[in-house]
């Protein structure tokens, strides 16, 4: 579709980004958590993970799977001002 997605994960969330996580979650005959996770990274999905709710879940020092990258808060403003759609949660 040529566009740049970027996915943004705050609060609770990160917590499938922990190894081991989002294979646990599966529904039905879709593909696991994982396997999307995989297939965004692979397909140059940005996978961003909030600073501020990292700290808040108590995880000074963390392993997260590999691609993510953790940015500051306001990243996500900036990425919504730069932004030629929406953005919901």
Do not use: H
Not at 28 to 54: N, Q
């Amino acid at each position: 579709m040529d566009i740049k997605a970027t996915v943004y994960y705050l609060g609770t969330g990160l917590r499938i980004l922990k190894p081991g996580e989002a294979e646990k979650i599966k529904l039905g005959g879709f593909p696991s958590v994982k396997e999307m996770l995989d297939k965004a990274l692979e397909m140059g999905v940005e996978i961003l993970v909030c600073e501020a709710s990292k700290r808040m879940l108590g995880w000074e020092k963390v392993e997260l799977i590999p691609g993510v990258k953790i940015v500051g808060a306001a990243t996500l403003n900036d990425l919504s001002l730069e932004a030629d759609a929406t953005q919901w949660f």
